[in-house]
């Protein structure tokens, strides 16, 4: 039911945690055999990391949460702790699926009454209730929260109660900080008073890039927060998207995305149409979902770009590396992004990347180095990039090539899971 707690029981190490948690919590003078810590237990416990923690996972997606979270869940069981995700019920995804693969990662699913985009003064009221009460169960050690609804209200919950590390991650600034409306700048002026009120309950503030930092604290939500990290986005699992050949001729543009406006879908079909008059043999493959979002494009928009002839529309996919396999460039010209986990999977893969020179884009990829980069909005430019590459070949490949060092070095999963677990004491 919406708005429960949707429970699944985790297995071996995790569950046997809980369960002794729990026995504790009925019959406080009763007391487990303390167990002799290993050599690793020990050394974490001298760098002031957590043994057999209790960490709860705030995600602000349901349709999404193991792609973008799924590796550090893995890495926190991997250390012994205990781990529960909290997400909203998924969209578009089976929510029983997303449950399966949590609990195949080790840990519980707990599905929230968290309204990713509404504004219902009761809706939020029942979010903050929901994980008022979550906490009060798991009684955590640590908690880590993304997405900005998330941090509204799990952070402060957590300090609420007393929860020792409470991690914030900002991911991008979204729809309010992209939109021009009216209701987009009440909106930003709304969030910005959040996440004011909100990250001051933190004790560690991380961002995916600098000019969202900037921004926030030029607006003074940073004023009363700990001073804030820089982290390389949520990564990319450098072994599951492994170096791939370049693909067969003739050229294919594929780009990867919530079906939103301000993510460029507009400006992605209409440099397919310019190049196409010109290259016609040249693919144009859009995969995503419509999303429900303010700025989301219509279902009418979409067919009559499939109708045109315009470009492809593969839907929504579990599994992207089939088509970045055939794909020869990957595309995105959104508007703004925290650091858009598509475009890593895109460089680890060798493809090399045409995005734009916006906020949180422009940290992927090195202009004529892995990629190229393109004014915000602008489709002709979009067009002539698409145009520069697909008629190049070897440029391809020598950036490709280049995409995948860029991946190695900055954007590996394990180096931004690390950063993440000792802010969380893991």
């Known amino acids: 039911m919406r708005g429960s707690i949707a429970r699944s029981r985790p297995s071996g190490a995790a569950a046997a945690c809980l369960s002794s948690r729990r026995r504790r919590l009925n019959q406080p003078t009763r007391m487990c055999p303390r167990r002799r810590r290993s050599d690793a237990e020990r050394r974490r416990a001298a760098r002031g990391e957590l043994s057999m923690a209790t960490i709860a996972i705030v995600n602000g997606i349901g349709d999404t949460v193991v792609a973008f979270r799924g590796a550090l869940v893995r890495d926190l069981v991997a250390r012994g702790h205990a781990v529960t995700v909290s997400t909203p019920r998924p969209v578009e995804v089976d929510a029983d699926a997303v449950s399966r693969a949590v609990q195949a990662l080790g840990a519980r699913c707990v599905f929230s009454p968290l309204d990713r985009t509404g504004i219902n003064p009761l809706s939020e009221r029942r ?7 979550l906490f009060r169960e798991l009684r955590p050690d640590a908690v880590f929260a993304s997405n900005p609804k998330p941090i509204f209200h799990a952070i402060p919950a957590a300090r609420a109660a007393g929860v020792a590390r409470r991690v914030a991650m900002v991911t991008g600034l979204g729809y309010a900080f992209t939109g021009s409306s009216f209701k987009a700048r009440v909106l930003r002026a709304v969030a910005t008073r959040l996440y004011r009120g909100a990250l001051v309950d933190a004790t560690t503030v991380l961002f995916q890039n600098a000019d969202d930092r ?7 939500a940073l004023a009363k927060a700990p001073t804030p990290r820089l982290v390389a986005g949520s990564g990319v699992d450098l072994d599951a998207f492994a170096a791939m050949p370049p693909a067969e001729e003739p050229p294919v543009f594929l780009m990867v995305a919530r079906l939103l406006g301000d993510k460029g879908v507009r400006e992605f079909a209409e440099a ?15 995969v995503g979902w419509i999303d429900a979002n303010p700025a989301a494009i219509r279902r009418e928009e979409l067919d009559a770009w499939v109708r045109e002839g315009v470009l492809e529309f593969a839907g929504r996919l579990d599994d992207v590396r089939g088509e970045l396999a055939r794909a020869s460039v990957f595309v995105l010209p959104s508007y703004r992004e ?19 020179d916006a906020v949180g884009c422009r940290e992927t990829v090195r202009d004529g180095v892995e990629g190229l980069l393109v004014p915000p909005r602008d489709a002709r430019a979009l067009a002539d990039a698409c145009l520069r ?38």
């Open 389 to 426: 590459l697909g008629d190049d070949a070897a440029m391809r490949a020598e950036m490709g090539a280049r995409a995948r060092l860029r991946a190695e070095e900055r954007f590996d999963v394990r180096r931004v899971n690390a950063e993440i677990m000792e802010a969380l004491g893991a």
């Open 272 to 286: 397919a149409r310019v190049v196409r008059a010109r290259r016609p043999s040249w693919r144009f493959r859009l």
């Open 127 to 133: 979010a903050r209730a929901h994980y008022d009460a």
């Open 214 to 220: 900037d921004e926030l604290a030029r607006a003074g």
């Open 338 to 356: 925290g650091t858009p986990k598509s475009a890593l999977e895109a460089l680890a893969t060798a493809r090399p990347v045409v995005t734009t």
